[in-house]
């Protein structure tokens, strides 16, 4: 064999067995080490991410945005299916300033929704904090709804109760069976 024709035959070579690899069937997916558990995004075929961060963009230049370790992106179900979640609500908007952390999320980019399933904890600038179960942010009406237990605290003030109700934009809160716990010393305009 003619030594020039080698790196030719060595490519030819090479591209038959990609080729053939190829056309392999295979049932792998590569799956980085230390993930946690199996993440489902609802079924067909998924991409799996590292560290995330998504977000929704509106016409006013205002965006929801959610960070998160890891996610699952469900191409068929457009979904994301994340872990060590944040939040932001209504960045670039007058109302800017909520954070919602939780330990598992699932944004339906199609529903507007994000599902929090495990609970969350939400922070509002201006001192306002809150301890949610099992709760679902409607993006796309601004709220935040919690049917189950509910702790709200903030300036002076202290509420528990469920069925939650949080309508951001608007700066309005509903919630049931209440009870609330007043703090005199930190009300707003009170000194000392």
């Known amino acids: 064999?003619?030594?020039r024709l080698f790196p030719w035959a060595a490519m030819a070579l090479l591209v038959l067995v990609?080729?053939?690899r190829s056309s392999l069937p295979t049932n792998v997916v590569a799956v980085p080490a230390g993930e946690p558990g199996p993440?489902?995004?609802g079924g067909g075929p998924e991409i799996r991410l590292g560290p995330v961060d998504v977000r929704e963009l509106h016409d006013g230049g205002a965006?929801?945005?959610l960070d998160a370790d890891g996610a699952v992106y469900g191409y068929a179900s457009r979904t994301v299916s994340a872990w060590g979640v944040t939040v932001f609500l209504g960045e670039g908007a007058a109302f800017a300033g909520t954070t919602v952390r939780a330990p598992r999320a699932a944004w339906d980019l199609d529903g507007k929704t994000i599902g929090l399933s495990g609970g969350c904890r939400a922070e509002r600038t201006g001192g306002w904090t809150g301890e949610l179960s099992a709760a679902t942010l409607d993006l796309a009406g601004s709220v935040l709804r919690v049917p189950g237990p509910a702790r709200?605290?903030?300036p002076g003030v202290s509420v528990e109760g469920k069925n939650?109700?949080?309508e951001w934009v608007e700066g309005k809160i509903t919630m049931e069976s209440t009870r609330s716990r007043l703090s005199p010393a930190k009300g707003p305009g009170r000194k000392g």
């Open 152 to 154: 709200i605290e903030g």
């Open 63 to 65: 965006w929801n945005r």
């Open 39 to 41: 993440e489902a995004a």
């Open 18 to 20: 990609l080729a053939i």
């Open 164 to 166: 939650l109700a949080w």
């Open 1 to 3: 064999m003619n030594l």
